[in-house]
């Protein structure tokens, strides 16, 4: 009854030629079904869910003698049914996993039914952005699945989806998510003409977009928050700032964003305030220690002696005495160490990478400090600054923050502590220049606005943090009306 | 634009004259105590002291002797003897032996007020004697020497009867019109560093010195206020109390008559504590006694203090000073000396706020 690919042409006003070059690919099926009247079928096997064409179009075609694609049509129980003859059009969804059915009497047209299969992974624990309060949710790689975490948590008419295929090859679907009547419609019209302004020819992931779209390239701070967190998008929607997704992709972007955002971790929201503005302020002092303790380390030890403590004198003297090294090249052999430790570990399958932590952790830390190739102390040094930079919550700053160390280092072992301060002074500096969407980077801080302090270096109560931060420029500035306060004092046993 | 931004910015950092010696830390020895004395002629012999940290615990004290014109002439003769450079900049402590005290400090002082290296909470000392003594031989002290005698003047300054007293502070009261500055005096007994008492300076020259002990105090309560120490002194009675201070207060107010002498009244609010007494039972008219006798043996000693300053003619306490502060138009030639030209008056009060538990 089946006839294998390979019957060609019917010779009318066909358009069966036009997907001739389809038929070139081993997993494209076509064949003809005897009946009355007789069809054809063309898929995608690997594209379409078998089921649905077995259970929900082939029994029904099959069983119909109607000669009109119309009525055909109307006797699907499947809802996008197209009928066409635009060869282009019918080969980009064929892509997509249409099924295109023809009947023997009329080559010209053609019926395009959907039935294509979702290859989805279960929404399961964020592992980048682990949290133990809070929902345990996070992006997987359906932009279907994706929307609805995002819609279920906004059932809101303002939340506005635009659409774009971007990729020559790829076809990726990217959408942009914002709130309309809210979002300030510059931020939405910037994402929109730089997303339609890229022209590549294959997106792998909602990285390359962010790093198509930046506002600065050079730089190596992240300008758009990567998260995978449905509740941290919603909460940015609702903020007012724009959301990119896209398929195939479980992070999704959010902009304008400030550096200061990169250091709150969501968890931050589901505790008590204080406990938070707490957690968050030991972030920050761990991420400044990460970046600038080991260069002023190198700088004291090479050059301000005179800067340091009587009483730690003796401690550093006696255990940089057997390291045949000056300062700088000790610290650069342990950064680089720890860097090696981190690499081997991120490469490695998950149970081998266990063992990484011991082999870094006997071998470098004891033996190296043993056979006096490094001093204690750096070693100490070294070890807390990785560990601050493994307290970002977001992955991508943590990166930056490995990185910017080097220069310092350099700088501090060149100039002292004066080149820690002009490397430091260059890294403001960019980073006040900075933009995100157009938006100031480093706001709060420059340009200074003290009202979203409130949510910056420290959380304030939900209460308090009534007004939408200023630098997205929001149409409305007020989230919601600053509640009366009960001064009438009570007494307790009342 | 940009190439100017480059080349301005490779220029300041290229082109600083600050020139920055590299001086790893186990690479060099640092220097913590230095001792002046006079050595042949024009020169002067210092004794400088490297410790050598074994562990962090364990010290061995180096010590080098040379003999330079300058101060920092010194530690680079010092250099060419040591197995790394010598630097200054963790220095602790200064002696000066008596000898060069009475010249004039300043002329060694001027290089260690000028470097930035060196830290104005440094102690300069006067040694009793000579200074050398004080720092070489030090084989049986495991523990750097420097440090040592820099603790044990922190230690008499918070707990004892030393008045806070530095580089720093040298060089305010030396700068400062209508004052005069003091430096502690250390003695050597068997390997123990010991306070010996308070030398009295006019301009940077050595001019006189009290003891350690009762007249210390005093001097400190006229001069500042602080709290601790413990004094033990003999009643009418004869009986002994011991009298811990908790706290106590100075304050100095200027009565400028016009035409007349004007007056200076120290005030000194001393709180107690009576920790001991050999007597049977302490009543409200003991603690009485004993508190009217402490004010009067203390306003005695004053008396005794001034009357030796104004022999010396130095003028520790800023007496000239007061009067500036309350006069316009003040110069100092027309205030000397000091103690002619004003009445002191010296007002003390003694309480003594509890005698703990008594049966």
Same mark, same amino acid.
Request: net charge negative; with cysteine; aromatic share 8%.
């Given at each position: ?120 992974? $279960? ?372 | ?105 300043? $002329? ?71 004052? $005069? ?179």
């Amino acid at each position: 009854m089946l006839k294998k690919r390979g019957k060609g042409s019917n010779n009318k006003i066909n358009i069966l030629p036009g997907l001739e070059k389809l038929k070139e690919s081993a997993d494209f099926i076509h064949y003809k079904n005897d009946g009355n009247p007789g069809f054809y079928v063309n898929y995608f096997k690997s594209l379409i869910d078998v089921d649905i064409l077995h259970r929900d179009i082939l029994r029904y075609v099959s069983k119909s003698t109607t000669k009109k694609l119309s009525e055909l049509k109307n006797e699907l129980p499947i809802e996008v049914v197209m009928e066409t003859s635009d060869v282009e059009f019918i080969t980009d969804k064929i892509f997509r996993g249409f099924v295109f059915v023809q009947l023997e009497n009329d080559l010209s047209n053609g019926l395009l039914i959907r039935a294509e299969k979702h290859s989805v992974r $279960d929404v399961t624990i964020p592992e980048v952005e682990y949290s133990v309060i809070g929902p345990k949710e996070s992006f997987v790689e359906s932009y279907e699945v994706n929307l609805n975490l995002i819609r279920s948590r906004l059932p809101d008419s303002q939340l506005r989806l635009k659409q774009y295929k971007i990729g020559s090859l790829s076809r990726s679907k990217v959408g942009l998510l914002y709130m309309d009547g809210l979002t300030n419609q510059e931020n939405v019209e910037t994402v929109n003409q730089r997303l339609e302004d890229i022209d590549i020819d294959m997106l792998n992931d909602i990285s390359n977009i962010a790093e198509l779209i930046s506002d600065s390239q050079l730089s190596p701070f992240p300008q758009l928050l990567d998260t995978e967190r449905p509740d941290r998008t919603c909460a940015a929607l609702a903020e007012g700032k724009v959301v990119i997704l896209m398929d195939r992709s479980p992070h999704v972007l959010l902009g304008p964003t400030s550096l200061i955002e990169f250091f709150s971790s969501f968890e931050d929201y589901y505790i008590h305030w204080i406990l938070a503005s707490m957690f968050r302020l030991i972030r920050l002092v761990a991420v400044i220690l990460s970046i600038v303790a080991t260069p002023i380390y190198v700088a004291v030890l090479t050059y301000h002696h005179e800067v340091l403590p009587q009483d730690l004198i003796g401690t550093l003297v006696t255990s940089r005495r057997n390291v045949p090294f000056p300062p700088i090249l000790e610290a650069i052999i342990l950064e680089l160490t720890i860097e090696l430790l981190r690499e081997a570990g991120a490469r490695l399958p998950t149970k081998i990478g266990q063992t990484i932590g011991i082999v870094g952790g006997i071998v470098i830390g004891t033996a190296a400090v043993q056979a006096g190739l490094t001093s204690n102390i750096l070693l100490i040094i070294v070890a807390l600054s990785a560990l601050g930079s493994f307290t970002t919550p977001i992955y991508n700053i943590g990166n930056t923050i490995r990185l910017i160390r080097f220069p310092l280092l350099i700088f501090g072992s060149l100039f002292g502590l004066l080149g820690v301060v002009i490397c430091v002074v260059f890294i403001l500096a960019h980073l006040i220049q900075l933009t995100s969407l157009g938006r100031p980077y480093m706001e709060p801080i420059y340009p200074f606005r003290f009202g979203d302090f409130r949510d910056a270096i420290v959380r304030l109560t939900l209460r308090e943090r009534n007004t939408r931060p200023v630098y997205l420029r929001t149409q409305k500035p007020i989230r919601f009306p600053e509640p009366e306060k009960d001064n009438k004092s009570t007494d307790i046993y009342e | 634009m940009k190439r100017l931004a480059i080349l301005s910015i490779s220029t300041l950092l290229f082109l600083t004259s600050c020139f920055l010696q590299e001086e790893i830390v186990d690479d060099i020895s640092m220097v913590t105590v230095i001792g002046f004395d006079k050595g042949e002629g024009e020169k002067i012999l210092a004794t400088i002291n490297v410790p050598f940290h074994q562990s962090n615990i364990e010290v061995i004290n180096k010590t080098y002797q040379t003999e330079a014109v300058f101060t920092k002439d010194a530690t680079d003769i010092g250099t060419s003897k040591s197995d790394t450079p010598m630097v200054i900049a963790q220095n602790e402590v200064l002696i000066f032996s008596k000898e060069l005290a009475e010249e004039n400090l300043m $002329d060694y002082l001027d290089s260690y007020q000028r470097d930035p290296s060196i830290s104005t909470r440094l102690f300069v000392a006067v040694a009793e004697d000579k200074s050398a003594p004080l720092i070489a031989r030090n084989n049986s002290i495991n523990q750097d020497i420097g440090v040592l005698i820099g603790k044990m003047f922190r230690n008499n300054i918070e707990r004892n009867f030393l008045p806070q007293t530095n580089l720093h502070l040298f060089l305010y009261d030396y700068y400062q019109p209508g004052r $005069d500055p003091f430096l502690p005096i250390i003695s050597k007994d068997e390997e123990q560093y010991q306070v010996k008492g308070i030398s009295f300076f006019k301009g940077a020259t050595y001019k006189g010195e009290i003891e350690f002990g009762y007249e210390t105090m005093v001097f400190r309560q006229l001069r500042e206020s602080f709290s601790h120490g413990a004094y033990t002194f003999e009643t009418k009675d004869q009986e002994w109390a011991s009298i811990q201070n908790v706290s106590s207060k100075k304050s100095v107010d200027v009565v400028l008559p016009p035409g007349e002498k004007p007056t200076i009244k120290i005030n000194v609010k001393m709180n107690g504590f009576l920790r001991e007494y050999s007597g049977e039972k302490i009543e409200e008219k003991t603690i009485k006694e004993i508190s009217k006798q402490m004010e009067d043996s203390i306003k005695e000693k004053s008396t005794e203090l001034l009357g030796m300053f104004e022999e010396w003619g130095v003028d520790p306490l800023g007496l000239g000073n007061e009067i500036r502060k309350n006069k316009r138009g003040w110069k100092e030639k027309e205030w000397e000396p000091i103690y002619e030209k004003v009445n002191v008056d010296v007002n003390i009060n003694v309480t003594i706020k509890e005698t703990g538990v008594t049966s």
